[in-house]
C-alpha cells in the first residue's frame, strides 16, 4: 500500500499537489465542477495540517501549446468559492530561465506567502506528457512535499504524475486517490458474492481486459450498450445497422465460451428499442434480436431485459458498471440506463450490495439521474479504473512512496 497524506507532517511546508481539474468549460463557465470538489477534501487536509498548496492540474488538450481556450482561471474562480479562502492563480512560465540558465520560478513560488496558488495548465508544457526529466526536477523544485490525487491521470507516464516523485520526496497520495485504490484494487481482490459485472458503451475492444482480468471471479456479466451488437453478430445473429466492431467478433466468441466454461452467468439483452432514424427516432419499436430489420438499429435494452437484470442485481453483493447499456444522453434511449442508475442507488441504500461506477459516461449518468451521493463509489478515473480493473499498476501509483 502507497503512503498517503496521513503519514505526512504538512506544517509550514509548501506542497505541490497534482489534482485532476479537467473539468468541462463553456465560453469560459465551468459546466460541470464534480472533480473540483472531488479534490476539496485533501486540500482542506493539508491546509488544517499547516501546509500552502501549490496546486496543479491538466485541461482539455492543448498538444503542448499555450492556448486562452484551456487555461484553468476559471477554475481557479469555483475553487475559491468552493474551499472559501482566496486561490492566488498563478500564470509564471514554468521555463522561465535565470542564473546559469537555470529555472527562476521555483524561489519565486517558494517565496510567495499565498496559502492557496493554482498553476496555469501543466499540459501548456510538451515536456509535461514526454516526461521530461529536466521539467520533472522543475516541478519537483516547486515544493517541499509532493502529493498525488489526480487518479483519472494515474495511468499516464507523465511529469507532474510519475517523474516529479523522483525529485521531491516524500511523495504520497491524496484521500481521493486512497479511497479509488481502496475500492477498486480491495473490494475487487475479495468481493462478496453474488458478484456482477455490468459493461456497456460503444466498444468491446476497450472492456477485454477487464473481461479478462475479472472473468473467473464474478459470477454474472451484464452487457449492454453498442458492444452487446458485436456479441451478438458473433453468433450469427442479423444486427441491422447496430454498431460492431467487425475485428471483435472472434474475440467475442472467445469470451461467451469462456463464460459458459467457468460457470459464469453471461447475460445480453432478451429485447431491445430499435430506430430506423437515430436523430429523429423515426420507427422506434421494441423486438427481439432475432426481429431486427437490416434499416434498423438498437439503441436500448427493452422493458422485459430491464425487469429481468433488476432482478439479477437484486440478489448480487458486490456490482461493478462501467459503461451505460442504452444511448442515455437522448432522453428516449435513455430508459435501461436510468433504470439501473436507480437500482444502484437503491441498493446501496438499503446496503445491500457494494456498487462500484466507473467510466465518465457512467459516472455522467448517474450525476444525470442524481444518484452519485447514493453510490458506494463512482470513481473519477475512466482509462485509470479501467485500467486498474484489468489488473495493471498505475505509473502514478507506483511513483509513490510506499
Known amino acids: 500500500m502507497v503512503k498517503t497524506v496521513r503519514d505526512v507532517n504538512f506544517n509550514g511546508k509548501k506542497v505541490f499537489i497534482r489534482v485532476d481539474f479537467n473539468v468541462p468549460l463553456k465560453n469560459g463557465i465551468v459546466q460541470d465542477d464534480t472533480r473540483i470538489v472531488k479534490a476539496i477534501p485533501t486540500l482542506k487536509y493539508i491546509l488544517d495540517n499547516g501546509g500552502k498548496l501549490v496546486i496543479v ?66 499540459r501548456f508544457y510538451p515536456q509535461e506528457k514526454k516526461n521530461d526529466p529536466e521539467f520533472s526536477a522543475i516541478l519537483g523544485s516547486l515544493g517541499e512535499i509532493y502529493v ?81 451488437y458485436t456479441f451478438f453478430k458473433s453468433m450469427g445473429l442479423n444486427i441491422g445497422k447496430s454498431l460492431c466492431e467487425e475485428e471483435k467478433l472472434t474475440v467475442a466468441r472467445d469470451i461467451l465460451e469462456k463464460a459458459d466454461s467457468l460457470g459464469v452467468n453471461f447475460y445480453l439483452p432478451k429485447d431491445h428499442l430499435v430506430v430506423k432514424d437515430f436523430a429523429s427516432g423515426d420507427g422506434n419499436r421494441i423486438c427481439l434480436v432475432e426481429e431486427i430489420e437490416n434499416d434498423e438499429m438498437g439503441v436500448d435494452i427493452g422493458p422485459k431485459t430491464l425487469n429481468d437484470l433488476l432482478k439479477v442485481l437484486d440478489e448480487s453483493k458486490t456490482i461493478v458498471w462501467n459503461g451505460p447499456v442504452g444511448v ?63 489488473g495493471k499498476e498505475l505509473p502514478g501509483l507506483a511513483a509513490l512512496d510506499k
Request: one cysteine or more; aromatic letters at 6%.
Open 328 to 390: 442515455f444522453e437522448t432522453e428516449m434511449y435513455s430508459k435501461g440506463t436510468k433504470g439501473f442508475a436507480k437500482k444502484m442507488a437503491e441498493l446501496c441504500d438499503s446496503k445491500s450490495a457494494v456498487v462500484i461506477v466507473g467510466g465518465g459516461d457512467t459516472a455522467s449518468a448517474v450525476n444525470k439521474y442524481n444518484v452519485a451521493e447514493k453510490i458506494s463509489h463512482v470513481s473519477t478515473g475512466g482509462g485509470a479504473s479501467l485500467e486498474l480493473m484489468e
Open 57 to 122: 492540474s491538466h485541461l482539455g488538450r492543448p498538444k503542448g501549446k499555450k492556448s486562452a481556450e484551456f487555461s484553468l482561471k476559471p477554475v481557479a474562480e469555483v475553487l475559491q468559492n468552493l474551499i472559501g479562502e482566496k486561490v492566488y492563480f498563478c500564470d509564471y512560465d514554468l521555463l522561465e530561465t535565470g542564473v546559469a540558465g537555470k529555472s527562476s520560478v521555483a524561489d519565486k513560488i517558494l517565496k510567495m506567502d499565498e496559502k492557496i496558488m493554482l498553476l496555469e495548465n501543466i
Open 148 to 228: 498525488n490525487d489526480a487518479f483519472g491521470t494515474a495511468h499516464r507516464a507523465h511529469a507532474s504524475t510519475c517523474g516529479i516523485a523522483e525529485y521531491l520526496k516524500p511523495a504520497v497520495a491524496g484521500l481521493l486517490m486512497e479511497k479509488e485504490v481502496e475500492y477498486l484494487i480491495r473490494t475487487l481482490k475479495s468481493p462478496a458474492k453474488p458478484f456482477t459485472l455490468i459493461l456497456g458503451g460503444a466498444k468491446v475492444s476497450s472492456k477485454i481486459g477487464v473481461i479478462e482480468h475479472l472473468i473467473d471471479k464474478v459470477d454474472n456479466i451484464i452487457i449492454g450498450g453498442g458492444m452487446s
